[in-house]
């Protein structure tokens, strides 16, 4: 997994949502970042770290194609980009089949 700067993620992924858009996906998710490297240490050993701030790490991936970023909480303006580039390629979503209420009532009794 590749760690990118914040503008050089945003570039990439929408060359990412451009290569899907006739087939394939794009899977994103987010997820609290504290800068650790180094798993929690257990019960018995104390603890020394001390996180700065809240960071956000974001991760997109497409096949074998890996990307990756880290958000401060304090830079609004990047989250802001991120959200309105989801929203622009997000056109290709398939809207989900919703049967009636009458069948499944009548498939239980």
């Not at 650790?36 to 019960?43: E, N, S």
């Not at 802001?80 to 997000?90: E, I």
């Amino acid at each position: 997994m590749v760690l990118l700067e914040n503008d050089a993620f945003l570039t990439e992924l929408t060359r990412l949502f451009q290569k899907c858009r006739t087939s394939g996906s794009v899977v994103i998710t987010l997820k609290k970042y504290d800068g650790r490297t180094k798993p929690v240490p257990r019960k018995g050993h104390p603890e020394t770290f001390e996180p700065v701030d809240n960071k956000c790490l974001i991760r997109a991936s497409e096949g074998k194609k890996k990307i990756s970023t880290v958000v401060s909480a304090l830079f609004d303006l990047k989250l802001s980009a991120y959200s309105n580039l989801l929203r622009a390629h997000m056109d290709g979503l398939k809207k989900k089949d919703k049967k009636s209420k009458s069948k499944k009532t009548k498939a239980t009794q």
